[in-house]
């Protein structure tokens, strides 16, 4: 592979329509230390126009057999573990799913931090030949630059690889070099962490932020049969299969996806969960993205089992499709939390009007995932709605 910085720097022009900015502009916009602009017309000189069509192809739906989900489970996990090939049918939802992927994978960190303090580093990896990939590229710098403007993170460098073979978007989270948690009177501070502190610009940013490679948490949870398990999405978007891992695995596109466009909401999610992780609250925690709820509950059961009830997530999104709930892909996390800290939770999300759902306790009696998704009907199934609501932290 080889660096191409034409991509970065030409003008594009996508259905015959020309794009009012370069991908390295709309990048900068989010660039804690961006380059000096360059004048007017000096990168037209260097670089010739791109020119492609977006491709859009007759989208097929997946048809969800219940009697099949181990197939499915077994699937998505093995897909899972290896890095993912950019779908080009949906930039904005892969690229924003693997953003707050990112993001979310630092949550369980050791450390003093929120998640203003954290940095973006890119990297697009890029077969440039085929019709429509580089409007999907377009399409990606695109979304990612809206989606991290709005989470009110900065980046700290984006880079474009021309490849021969697959495409794939990756994005890292971390945290510049600062001090750490007990810095000596009289010790000199790290320049960066020095203006960081002067020149906080941020309401989402520690005074002091560390961070540790080691977790707060496990990314397994354990055997406490009396612990909660909770999902919390970071979007307020349906479920949608679109783009999904499980369609992909599969051979199908899966209709439309989830359009992820909430950051506000994702920052709430982010600040509340991580307080509770640095707070010791959270006794577990893996994120959800890559091949949705189903895949990382999977993942995050360990030598245990999980009976997995989505009917609070059914009823409250008024869905009857539950390879949806199961294997879409909104961004959040599964945590585990201690029976007598379940009030103390609740009242946390309940302040930031957040939404979470008990999804069930570890089991000893099997291993990996059983999913519960047969809702009661009639005054039960109103009763029930109505005590989920109170629990999932709405009004």
């Given at each position: 592979?080889?660096e ?13 329509i ?54 499915y ?5 093995a897909?899972s ?13 892969f ?17 003093h ?42 980046m ?28 000596s ?36 949870m ?38 992820i ?31 949705g ?70 089991c ?28 999932e932290?709405?009004?």
């Open positions: 592979m080889k191409n910085e034409s991509a970065l720097y030409s003008q594009y022009i996508i259905d015959g020309r794009c009012e900015m370069t991908p390295a502009e709309l990048l900068d916009e989010c660039m804690e230390c961006p380059d000096e602009v360059m004048a007017d017309g000096e990168v037209a000189l260097c670089f010739n126009d791109i020119i492609d069509e977006s491709t859009e192809p007759p989208l097929s739906s997946f048809q969800y057999d219940r009697s099949r989900f181990d197939e489970l077994a699937r998505t996990c897909a573990a290896e890095e993912r090939e950019f779908t080009m049918l949906y930039p904005d939802h690229t924003r799913l693997q953003i707050s992927r990112a993001l979310i994978s630092r949550l369980w960190s050791e450390g931090f929120r998640l203003g303090n954290l940095r973006i580093w890119a990297q697009w990896d890029w077969n440039t030949r085929p019709i429509g990939n580089m409007a999907s590229f377009y399409g990606s710098v695109s979304a990612a630059s809206d989606y991290i403007y709005g989470l009110g993170v900065r700290s460098d984006y880079l474009f690889l021309e490849s021969d073979g697959r495409s794939s978007a990756r994005f890292f989270a971390w945290l510049p070099d600062t001090p750490g948690p007990d810095i009177p009289g010790e000199e501070m790290h320049p960066y962490a020095e203006e960081n502190m002067l020149f906080k610009s941020s309401p989402y940013e520690s005074r002091h932020p560390w961070i540790s490679e080691k977790r707060k948490c496990p990314g397994v354990n055997r406490d049969r009396s612990s909660w398990l909770l999902y919390i999405p970071f979007d307020t978007c349906s479920f949608r299969l679109g783009g999904s891992l499980l369609s992909q695995v599969f051979g199908h596109n899966g209709g439309r996806s989830p359009q466009s909430d950051p506000d909401y994702f920052i709430d999610c982010y600040e509340v969960v991580r307080e509770l992780v640095e707070d010791g609250i959270v006794t577990a925690g893996t994120g959800v993205c890559d091949g709820l189903a895949t990382a509950a999977e993942r995050f059961c360990g030598k245990s089992g999980i009976d997995l009830d989505i009917c609070g997530l059914l009823s409250s999104y008024q869905e009857a499709d539950a390879a949806r709930i199961l294997f879409g892909e909104i961004p959040g996390v599964l945590i585990q939390i201690s029976d007598e800290n379940y009030d103390y939770v609740d009242s946390q999300f309940i302040l930031q009007d957040i939404a979470y759902y008990p999804v069930g306790h570890p000893e009696d099997h291993e990996g995932v059983r999913v519960n998704d047969s809702c009661r009907n009639g005054v039960a199934g109103i009763l029930a709605s109505l005590l989920g609501q109170t629990s932290g709405e009004d």
